[in-house]
């Protein structure tokens, strides 16, 4: 599987290409405007040996980036998503360069096959230290009263039902053996109130109060609790709603206060941080990944 992260496609490559000469001019933008590549060597003694990682939509877009990133710095790594195929290939692509990885199919929209997903997790590498709630889905964009009831309830279902059904069944686990850290994907459209994607918006700020509450009762047992908010990431998901609705990747980043639509793989590194003991005094917050747009 190519991932967009380490082989950039065209529309990424024509947005950091406008922005070159600046970042060539002014070494100290250099870093936020030419964002790094992401691994392809294994790092037996990296920052996750010997730790356990579960991710869920780990198929596809930061999932999959999150999945190799973690694999490539030595930890054992258990992810879901719902279509088997692209799974298969991820978890193919990721041992082939030697990383330890477990693929499952499981709907986070049933509380059901994400406890199993996770006892999985227990039952194939003996622990659970890290899981990544990232599974989301983003629907066609409309006015309130023009989104279909059924799209509402799916867009909650899995983006927020499926956060916590992750941390519901997770916790326990964590708690039990000593520790460990959830972080779930949460938005800028957590903290923005966008006129066309009500119940996405919706589905986000629910996020950030599930993860404010379950982290403020959290860390007495070394349980971790945090989220991280991307902006413009270069993603199929964002692609088709680029294309829906009429943008140009090329178009748009200009608009953004770091003009470029950020990559998988440096959404993967926020989260390996927030997951680390660089992170231990950070509960139940959210970490700004839009480029500055919060600010």
Known sequence: MTDSSSNPSRRTALSLGALAGLAAASPALA???NPAAAPTALNPNGRFRDKVVAVTGGNSGIGAATVRAFA?????????????????SVEAEIRAAGGDVTWRVADVRDPDQVKAFLDAAVSVYGRLDVLFNNAGIFMTPAS????????????????????FYGMKFALPIMK??????????ASVAAYRGFGNTAHYNASKHAVIGLTKAAASVSAKQNVRIVSLSPLAVDTPMLKESFDYQGFTYEAMAPNFVTPRIMTPHEMAEN?????????????????????????
């Open 72 to 88: 490539m710095e030595g930890a054992k790594v258990i992810f879901c998503a719902r279509r088997d195929a692209l799974g298969k």
């Open 176 to 185: 039990a053996q000593g520790g460990g850290v959830i972080v779930n994907m």
């Open 144 to 163: 309130l009263e023009d989104i279909p009831v059924e799209n509402y309830r799916d867009m909650m279902a899995t983006n927020t039902d499926g956060v």
């Open 271 to 295: 989260v390996l941080f927030l997951a680390s003991d660089a992170a231990s005094s950070l509960n139940g917050m959210d970490l700004d990944s839009t480029g500055g747009q919060l600010a």
């Open 31 to 33: 870093n936020s405007l």
